[in-house]
């Protein structure tokens, strides 16, 4: 069993900043990849970022050059940083590992 704790949501500007974080805990495999995940009212779910075991990275379109996901395997810990903030990035925030998932953090962006 899995938990992912995240933390660091909240109400910003556009153009601002927030830094997200996800603490894992239990069964954790750090040769495993994690990520941030999004949902928008409406809307699916969809990836923003992914980072592996070995710390290669995957960012979705609309983040790249403003995001910046990274890794703690000794903590166990995974961050999201995010940088020129859009309304559009308005959305519920999720960690996700292996087949568990956080219970969200709520980021919104008012223009």
């Known amino acids: 069993q899995v938990q992912l704790v995240e933390s660091g949501g909240g109400l910003v500007q556009a153009g601002g900043s927030l830094r997200l974080s996800c603490a894992a805990s239990g069964s954790i495999f750090s040769i495993n990849d994690m990520g941030w995940y999004r949902q928008a009212p409406g809307k699916q779910r969809e990836p923003v970022a992914i980072?592996?075991?070995?710390?290669?990275?995957i960012y979705a379109d609309s983040v790249k050059g403003r995001f910046t996901i990274s890794r703690d395997n000794a903590k166990n810990t995974v961050n999201l940083q995010m940088n020129s903030l859009k309304p559009e990035d308005t959305a519920v925030y999720y960690c996700?590992?292996?087949?568990?998932w956080g219970q969200g953090t709520q980021v919104t962006v008012s223009s």
């Open positions: 980072i592996t075991g070995s710390g290669s990275t």
């Open positions: 996700h590992h292996g087949n568990f």
